[in-house]
């Protein structure tokens, strides 16, 4: 292509949080390759999503070309002109704040979409429909981060940066991550590390392809994180490996968690966990003596009805040696979604504005107050995992769902639909018509991270340039656009900013933002926040000389039980995770074929001793079921999981794992426990 490629345009990665950045090739307005850069977390390195996944779908025939509103009496959707749609949403959305309040209302923004994107959504849902019911999809997977790492060390987000935890370290720890597939870019990184030397630790459930390099695999119990963090803590302190000068001049609340960890003897957390004594403990001397020592972890720590418990534990094993606030150490949650750190950053969260600033704190509430001219709500809003209750309830009556599909994301698929079938008014924004979208009274057509300007905020805090590349042809409008145009038709005067000034307003707002601009960015490798004035450098490294809340505070956690485990009707646990070919919903992944032909269809991995049990071969179709619905599948038989549990990967419409699992909710983060559920498994 170098012969006739006419533009290259770089831009960052659009799947997954680890922010890798490429050029876009663009020929006659169609981008037609993809060619890696030299980004600071990817070092000219992609994974297949990136390279081969990440501009099919932008040109897909599938996309939505202009707005759509849905015939009550014949439930098809009919092409109607942005006046219409958008006159209808801003009128319907004030009918029902006019009628039943503005706590009826509630907005939901999307973790792939640029932090102005978020921003805006965020305030059109607090400046028009006057609430703080807005949440983002971080809810259903690392909010437990968000909530866990701000208790224990004040700011949830990752510590260190990916270059600083996987070069030059001593020892890993992988607690339920599994970046070869979720991050690969990362697990090369850390596969690269193994082989330069670097001791490997995994504790995951499943047999990962990092497991076979590491030095100990724990393979845990699911659901069991916060006793094996325990029975490490109890370890490292009888071997006299805790890093009392840290826990004295750096940390508060040790005595109380002293007590706690004393009952996790490696005896009793063998037979919680399911592991081997002698395992725990040469883990635990492992980690504890190696002198630069990450514990990198991911969902299969916070998705469960102890997430927010199970991320305050690894915040407490690094604090017990010492390992934060330095280089090559560190807690560091591996974010999920390309912007799913901004989305959060960016105040699509019920109780904080953008930079985490307190809702509660009443400066904070009168600062946006002033900037956006406009009494504010005072009153936390409803977590996302909450607004489905709360509409089957008839608490809720209009939805604003942007880019997210929650019929194939959330727990308890029939309980989705129900609650979105409970709605007075749901409008969707978004690229394809997803199974949520079918649900919509209003369907809006926006634009791809190909099609506009703006910044994502990866895993490690770096907010990166994502750039314009193509305009299509179609009736799609920018996001903000959108957002802006329904603030005015809704009764907030808001005038068009471009993304640039967006972030400028972000950046006078936010202290954590206060040196960011795009203008900034463009001659950077990107930024990690904290960036308080125009002349920071940023922040790599967090929690340096102090924490962000002053002392680092050891929570004490018990180990609890999941909700739901596995019985003689429902007698196999059930899991649910990644596959390297795809990302979530495939929303993107599933329009490029040669992804589809690799990875195709739902499956289920069953252990090979159930499988005989059962009477179940490699290959076969089985019905799994649980209390809550049944799908068919593809059994894959092998020593993957262990005999009594099963793992399925939740990307496939057809045959989705969510149909099965459970939606109980962690107390704190209100999380789900996707990782553990009881299903029972037939042939079929
Ligand atoms: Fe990098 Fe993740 Fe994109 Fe792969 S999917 S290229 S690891 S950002």
């Known amino acids: 292509y170098r012969i006739w490629q006419t533009k290259k345009v770089l831009t960052t990665c659009p799947h997954c949080a680890t922010g890798c950045q490429y050029y876009l090739i663009v020929k ?123 208790m224990t060390l004040g700011s949830g987000a990752m510590t260190n940066p990916i270059y600083d935890i996987t070069n030059d370290v001593d020892c890993i720890m992988l607690v339920g991550s599994n970046p070869e597939e979720a991050h690969p870019v990362v697990g090369m990184q850390i596969r690269k590390a193994v082989d330069r030397g670097t001791r490997l630790i995994v504790v995951d459930p499943r047999d990962i392809g990092l497991s076979k390099k590491a030095d100990i695999h724990l393979k845990i119990k699911p659901g069991t994180n916060v006793a094996f963090a325990n029975g490490m803590m ?199 018509m997803t199974e949520t979208a079918k649900y919509a009274d209003v369907i809006l057509p926006g634009v791809s991270y190909a099609e506009k300007e703006g910044t994502f905020s990866n895993t490690e805090r770096r907010v990166q340039r994502v750039r314009k590349a193509v305009t299509l042809e179609g009736e799609m409008r920018l996001d903000t656009d959108i957002f802006i145009d329904l603030m005015n038709r809704m009764g907030y005067e808001q005038p068009y900013l471009t993304s640039a000034e967006i972030m400028d307003e972000i950046a006078s707002l936010t202290p954590s933002f206060a040196g960011i601009s795009h203008e900034r960015l463009d001659k950077t490798e990107g930024i990690q926040w904290p960036c308080t004035s125009k002349e920071h450098p940023g922040t790599p490294i967090m929690h340096v000389g102090k924490f962000t809340r002053g002392l680092g505070w050891f929570y004490p956690a018990k180990y609890v039980e999941s909700s739901e485990l596995p019985d003689e009707d429902y007698p196999i646990l059930m899991m649910t995770g990644r596959v390297l070919y795809h990302y979530n919903t495939r929303a993107m992944t599933g329009k490029t074929p040669g992804l589809m032909e690799i990875s195709g269809s739902s499956f289920i991995e069953m252990n090979t001793q159930d499988a005989a049990e059962l009477g179940v071969k490699d290959g076969d179709k089985v019905k799994v079921s649980s209390r809550r619905g049944e799908i068919i599948t593809t059994a894959r038989v092998s020593e993957k999981v262990s005999k009594g549990e099963s793992w399925m990967p939740f990307h496939f419409p057809d045959g989705n794992a969510n149909w099965l699992t459970n939606a109980a909710l962690d107390e704190y983060a209100k999380i789900p426990e996707y990782k553990v559920c009881a299903v029972k498994i037939n042939s079929y």
């Not at 994974?47 to 009550?72: A, M």
């Not at 921003?119 to 703080?132: G, H, I, P, S």
């Not at 904070?364 to 900037?371: D, G, I, S, T």
Request: some cysteine; proline content about 4%; glycine content about 8%.
């Open 28 to 150: 006659d307005n169609e981008i037609v390759d993809v060619e890696p850069f030299d980004g600071p977390s990817n070092h000219n390195r992609l994974c297949v999503k990136g390279r081969f996944g990440s501009f099919d779908f932008v040109h897909s025939s599938e996309r939505l070309k202009y707005p759509l509103i849905k015939n009550k009496e014949t439930g098809e959707f009919e092409r109607a002109s942005w006046d219409e749609a958008l006159d209808l949403v801003a009128s319907k959305f004030m009918e029902l704040k006019k009628k039943y309040g503005s706590e009826s209302l509630a907005g939901f923004a999307c973790s792939r979409s640029p932090n102005e994107d978020i921003y805006m959504l965020q305030k059109m849902v607090r400046t028009c429909f006057e609430t703080n019911n807005v949440d983002n999809c971080a809810r259903v997977c690392h909010s437990a981060s968000v909530a866990g790492l701000a």
């Open 234 to 432: 109890h370890v490292i302190i009888k071997e006299g490996l805790a890093d009392e000068e840290f826990i004295k001049t750096r940390t508060e609340g040790f005595e109380k968690l002293r007590e706690i960890v004393e009952e996790y003897t490696p005896q009793k957390v063998s037979q919680i966990c399911h592991i081997k004594e002698d395992m725990l403990i040469e883990a635990a001397k492992m980690y504890a003596k190696a002198k630069k020592a990450p514990i990198i972890y991911c969902l299969g720590v916070t998705e469960h009805s102890t997430g927010t418990e199970g991320v305050m534990s690894m915040s407490n094993m690094a604090m017990m040696v010492g390992k934060l606030g330095k280089e090559g150490c560190g807690v560091n949650p591996l974010r999920g979604q390309n912007n799913v750190q901004g989305a959060c950053d960016m105040g699509a969260l019920p109780g904080d504005f953008p930079g985490y600033q307190k809702l509660k704190n009443k400066e904070v509430l009168e600062k946006f107050e002033k900037a956006w001219n406009k009494k504010l709500n005072p009153n936390e809003g409803l977590h996302a995992t909450e607004v489905f209750p709360a509409s089957i309830e008839g608490k809720i009556k209009g939805l604003f769902i942007f880019g997210e599909d929650p019929v194939v994301t959330d727990p308890d698929t029939n309980h989705v639909i129900k609650a979105l079938e409970s709605l007075e008014f749901l409008v969707v924004d978004d690229l394809f």
